[in-house]
């Protein structure tokens, strides 16, 4: 019968939350509560650090509990898998759990094992894809650990383990009984303050924290997801999936801009209730800047950002330069999801050519242009390699059939704005607003509002609605109407003829 160990990867000097592997969750050390629960059915458990003087903190309180601990090199991750795996048989098996997920649990690493004994996999891990991170777990012989080490002197492989065994081996993807599903909402690692929060509450319903299973424990968590509001939806294309709201913002910066408090706070939400992306440009004053003092670590890595560069006026590619570089500096790193240029007129030929560069070093992941209408459609469809459109669209306006068919062939994501008309449907004197009070009531929609995006979201060449928010309320409000069904067909065709009529 082989020998199972899990080994535990854990340091003090985490960029996003240093010192959080000591931080007390459940009346015990983080890392000594994902010890104890990962060795609850019986596997052996060792917790793998670095030999940096800080990291004797582990080590020591570690030894004081009677949890056994390996050191090693800081950034040879893989080095200390193989040290901490040194006296095991080759036909054992290995599980890399990291020290920051204390959901995680031993029934987890059993139902991995078992998937991998059944389906004959040498390499298994959690798909993280469909699993929220935080029950992420992986396993392996201890054979093909050493080969690993034996292979590779890469330093991304030896810093991540198993990077070399999902290229030679290939892999299972497992998915536990129960998962939850919606990883986005249901994430329970501590990456971050806002992190450490969330895992404290839901363990604080416990007086068992090492019994109590990972199921129990998300079920707490359930309820406070279900309490917040539905999961903003994905859309786009197969490769290329954001949420259908997008927060706008432009909005965040100027004379009525809310306070920072009130940013993060907003920033917050969007991101809990599934918002993946923020749209923000050069000509919108200090968003840029506003953003990255109000974005803490977990916002940053799950937050995308759509940039609009800053009209070019004929500049060409040092044009292009000067806009990203500058929105690399105030955004404090060197990638956004997307960059868009301010109408086709700004994609010469040169221009274009160094965003292509940026998207070819992976700096810049899809690029487009900012339309000012949609009769700009097929001009900017014609540019080679384009993945990305920004347009005003609305309840008021048609997209023609021949733009709408382009759109399909495309594979394009397009982002619509203006969705409220820049507030006049919000308001009282617009002439449309009688017809749209009686065809949101006559629909079955919660109002102009609901009925404004349930519009603009009916159409499935539309991507994501750029709404901008002022406050928390506001994102709480958008994130309901957007995980609302959008209109059919029938329905669009019905508020068409409705304004059509009205306006004669």
């Keep these: 019968m082989p020998r199972t160990r899990v080994v535990i990867q854990s340091r003090l000097n985490s960029s996003r939350l240093p010192g959080k ?18 060795s609850r059915s019986g596997h052996e458990v060792v917790v793998a650090t670095s030999d940096e003087h800080y990291d004797t903190r582990i080590a020591d309180h570690l030894a004081t509990v009677g949890i056994p601990v390996m050191r090693g090199d800081l950034d040879d991750v893989l080095g200390r898998f193989v040290a901490a795996t040194q006296d095991l048989a080759p036909t054992d098996r290995v599980v890399r759990l990291t020290g920051d997920n204390p959901v995680m649990d031993a029934d987890v690493v059993d139902e991995l094992l078992a998937a991998m ?16 991170e935080g029950l992420g777990a992986e396993a392996f012989w201890v054979s093909d650990l050493r080969r690993a080490a034996e292979s590779t002197t890469d330093p991304y492989d030896r810093e991540h383990v198993t990077p070399w065994l999902r290229r030679e081996l290939g892999e299972l993807l497992f998915a536990p009984e129960g998962n939850p599903g919606d990883p986005r909402r249901f994430r329970c690692s501590v990456d971050n303050l806002n992190d450490f929060d969330r895992v404290s509450r839901i363990f604080a319903t416990t007086n068992d924290p090492v019994g109590i299973s990972w199921r129990e424990l998300l079920e707490v968590l359930r309820e406070e997801v279900e309490a917040e509001g539905a999961t903003v939806p994905l859309r786009g294309p197969e490769d290329w999936q954001q949420s259908a709201f997008v927060l706008g913002g432009v909005h965040l910066a100027g004379t009525d801009a809310p306070a920072a408090p009130e940013v993060r706070s907003l920033l917050i939400t969007a991101v809990s209730r599934g918002v ?6 050069r000509a919108d004053g200090p968003s840029m800047k506003v953003l990255r003092a109000n974005l803490n670590p977990q916002l940053t890595r799950r937050l995308g950002y759509l940039c609009r560069l800053r009209p070019l006026r004929g500049g ?6 000067a806009s990203l570089e500058r929105t690399f500096a105030e955004m404090g790193e060197r990638r956004v999801a ?21 998207q070819r070093t992976g700096e810049v992941g899809r690029i487009g242009v900012a339309l000012w209408s949609g009769s700009e459609i097929d001009q900017a469809l014609a540019l080679p390699g384009i993945g990305y459109l920004e347009l005003p669209f609305n309840v008021l306006d048609d997209l023609p059939a021949e ?4 759109l399909r062939a495309a594979d394009v994501v397009v982002c619509s704005h203006h969705t409220f008309a820049g507030g006049a449907l919000l308001g009282d004197g617009h002439p449309a607003l ?16 609901d009925l404004c995006v349930a519009f603009v979201l009916g159409h499935d060449v539309i991507t994501s609605a750029i709404i901008g928010c002022a406050d928390d309320a506001q994102v709480r409000h958008v994130a309901d109407l957007v995980a609302r069904p959008p209109l059919g067909l029938a329905e669009i065709a019905r508020v068409r003829a409705a304004l059509a009529g009205a306006a004669r």
């Design 21 to 38: 592997a000591l931080m007390t969750v459940a009346g015990m050390p983080l890392i000594e509560l994902v010890a104890r629960r990962a």
């Design 117 to 132: 004994d059944e389906s004959g996999h040498a390499y298994g891990r959690v798909d993280i894809d469909v699993v929220p």
């Design 276 to 281: 993946t992306h923020v749209d923000v440009g």
């Design 316 to 321: 060409g590619a040092l044009a292009v330069e």
């Design 338 to 358: 997307a960059a868009l240029v301010s109408g086709p007129e700004d994609a010469d030929e040169a221009a274009w050519e160094r965003l292509r560069e940026y």
């Design 403 to 406: 733009a709408l068919e382009a």
């Design 434 to 449: 009688p017809t749209l009070s009686a065809l949101s009531e006559e629909l079955g929609r919660d109002g102009v509002d």
